[in-house]
């Protein structure tokens, strides 16, 4: 009897320590994995910061991309000290401020046409040479301005081959695809 309890104390023993790697394994797991959501959130939202802050509006303050901007550096902070899950909730609040500054601008709200589609984050471009911008998406549309080429522009919507952009200047309307690139 002594001999079994002796053997089962033993695999109980075994059992524990086994219990143990599998918790400490998936410590390990769940952090790498977090590490990497929080890393991903994180650049999306300073993606999309950067894009956003580009196309503000000279009128509007824009507080959301303050808040965003002050929550994106709490956010790195907390990653530097390893608090991945931290890092990911500043992160996920980051892009809802974005996320709202954007709701609120008109222009950047998606259109309401069914064939104009708008993209994920407003789109910085340049201009390739002298270019036409449009009040509509075609060459029927009335010229409102022209610029010159490596102007840079903020896309944010696109229909067919056309290009609904914001000029540094706040001139919004329409470009076509061939005469932009991405920064």
Wanted: some cysteine; charged content about 25%; proline content about 3%.
């Amino acid at each position: 009897m002594k001999r079994a309890n002796r053997r089962w104390s033993a695999l109980k023993k075994k059992l524990d320590q086994a219990i143990l790697e599998v918790v400490q394994a998936r410590a390990k797991v769940d952090s790498v994995a977090s590490k990497a959501e929080a890393a991903t959130n994180m650049a999306e939202a300073e993606v999309t910061l950067k894009s956003l802050t580009m196309s503000r509006s000279k009128q509007g303050k824009g507080s959301e991309l303050d808040r965003a901007q002050y929550l994106l550096r709490l956010s790195n902070d907390e990653f530097q000290r390893k608090n991945y899950s931290g890092a990911l909730y500043l992160a996920q609040q980051a892009k809802k401020c974005l996320m709202e500054y954007r709701t609120s601008q008109p222009a950047l709200k998606k259109s309401a046409s069914s064939d104009e589609t708008a993209f994920a984050v407003p789109l910085p471009l340049r201009v390739i040479k002298r270019s036409n911008v449009r009040q509509g998406p075609g060459t029927d549309y009335k010229i409102i301005a022209t610029l010159p080429p490596h102007s840079l522009v903020t896309g944010f919507i696109y229909k067919g081959s056309w290009v609904k952009v914001r000029s540094k200047n706040n001139i919004i309307g329409w470009i076509h695809q061939d005469l932009v690139k991405g920064l």
